[in-house]
């Protein structure tokens, strides 16, 4: 039997069971009591249009007080009639303009998950399993952003233990502290076209084990909060201390797309949290096989930080301008440590970066890390920095970025493996205008260097600062415009060429016979381009097949001489001698 919507009727069970009424269409909460004045407490009637067995429940044009959590069964859709661009709010959290489907939230002051089962339970709206939020704002009337510190809340939106299919949409979170948490046991969530300013979280989002897909959100002050926003003390410069617009902890197979972060300490941060089992968190840890891509972060102190995940993450195609307000601290566009030695397999691939104080890309403990076809501007724009450095990074691969420092002198570096970052690569790689080391190696073995371009720099494109002597590595081919020239006038009477200590490359245009160099810096590698014909004479001073070019000074250690001899002329063989320190 079919019905025209709206209509009602009343199903009979058996003989003894009458009255139970289902509704077939939408429903309205209107016409369960709620006015949507802003004043009256809707609360009530708003829970039993939820509950009065319709699927669609609607909550017209309004202003909806709320004194408790309202609860959204499973397989119910809440639909308002907001748009995302219809909210705006004073410096003091208040609304400009609301027109939309309002939840005035008046409720909850001071709760935050110190008690995690006071805190979920007091949250605005609890979602249930197969159920639809879309087209609702939010707004607690007693928030103040423009107090140095925000008033506490729970968050906007939660979702019952073991949720599965909830779909979240063209939500508006508006002056919310914490605005979406979803981290007890969920799977197949989507939550998509959300905005608002929270200062405190955006989107917490964990315990996940099934695919998730988050996309379209943006969190910042700037885009809903008409005036000035940075005058202090005020939300700004609090939520770039405090505020994270997303914090992903245990999830796997979810894909975050289109995401935008403006003014937070941390953009994106991936934790690691405990599992908590009496509040229905059964699954603990940090992020695996995650998916990062199209997102962009502006002034977020750091736009991606990690410090606790288990791998196969994946951060492309995203924006960084990282900045800090307030001066808090220096600023990184991805930031990632881990558990040295631990197999985590990062892809970093196709990002642009510029203007950063601190590093632009950092990884520690990365093992079989990717970094790969990205951009980077402006490296140590004020201070020191460094484009990309692994630390502790084994098996990875640095390869077809580029890189450029702001041009200042500020001791920056292009591209730095420390630690042990044993087995890697750094290949075809651009390094510009840097006035410290354009790629340092330190402690780094069987590791390759190759093919790389440096333009600009004020030292040699590769240079070795290794205390521990590891010099296992390949690094060959390798071009830069800064050798230093050095000619028949630098031979002195005995044939005898010097280096001085911190030249690393030079190119000999003479044509008088050299018979040793000597060079000042210790354990310093050497590169000699010939570019003439240069006859290198034996102790006698004759010219035979068996000249020899001795090599001694400082730079002649126990693992031997650390010499490249390009396009050299008249050379038979070479002989190495350490000297005596």
Known sequence: QSYPEGTTVTLLRNSSEAGVERNIGPVNVKDFGAVGDGVTDDTVAIQASLTSGASKVVIPLGKYRTTAQLSVPD???????????STYLNND???????????????????????????????????????????????????????????VYPPAITAIEDVRGLVIDNVHLGNAYVGIDITRDNGGVVI???AGSPVYRGLIHGSAVNPAYISNITFTLRRHLRGTPWISPNAGQWMQTNGYGVELRRTTWATYSNIFCFGYQRGIYLANAAADAANGINIGGSPQNINIYGCGFDTCTYGIFG????????????????????????????????????????????????????????????????????????????????????????????????IVSNGTLNNSI???????????????????????????????????????????????????????????????????DIDQSYGNSDVDGSGLLTIPTGVENIRYTGTAGVKGITHGSYGQRLVIRFSAACTVTDGDGTTSAESRLQIAGNY??????????????????????????
Do not use: H
């Open 414 to 480: 292009g591209i730095k493996l420390d630690g042990n970052c044993q087995g890697s690569v750094v290949k075809g790689n651009i390094v510009k205008d840097f006035d410290s080391y354009p790629i340092q190696m330190d402690a780094t073995d069987y590791s390759q260097v190759i093919n790389n371009i440096g333009e600009g720099n004020t030292l040699a494109i590769v240079t070795d600062t290794s205390s521990t002597k590891k010099y296992r590595n390949v690094v060959k081919d390798n071009l830069d």
């Open 93 to 151: 959290s208040s609304l400009i303009e609301d027109i939309g489907s309002f939840i005035y939230v008046d409720f909850g002051v001071g709760i935050d998950d110190s008690v995690m089962s006071t805190y979920l339970a007091n949250s605005a709206i609890e979602m249930g399993s197969g159920s639809n939020l879309t087209g609702v704002s939010f707004f607690w009337p007693n928030q103040n952003f423009g107090a140095s510190t925000p008033v």
């Open 556 to 581: 002649v250690t126990a693992f031997g001489a650390i010499l490249t001899l390009e396009s050299y002329g008249n050379l038979g063989w070479f002989e190495v001698s350490r000297s005596s320190n």
């Open 75 to 85: 397989g119910v859709s809440l639909e308002g009639s907001s748009r995302l661009a």
């Open 307 to 402: 410090d606790g995940f288990q791998g196969r993450i994946s951060i492309t195609d995203c924006t960084f301008a990282p900045a800090d307000q307030y001066s808090v601290t220096g600023v990184s566009a991805i930031d990632m440590t881990n558990a040295a030695g631990s197999v985590t397999d990062v892809l970093i691939k196709g990002n642009r970066i510029w203007s950063v104080t601190k590093n632009a890309i950092n990884l520690s403990g990365q093992d079989f890390s990717k970094v790969t076809d990205n951009t980077v501007y402006e490296v140590g724009a004020g201070s020191s920095g460094v484009g990309i450095q692994l630390f502790n990074c084994n098996n990875s691969v640095i390869s077809g970025n580029t």
């Open 192 to 194: 998509s076209n959300v």
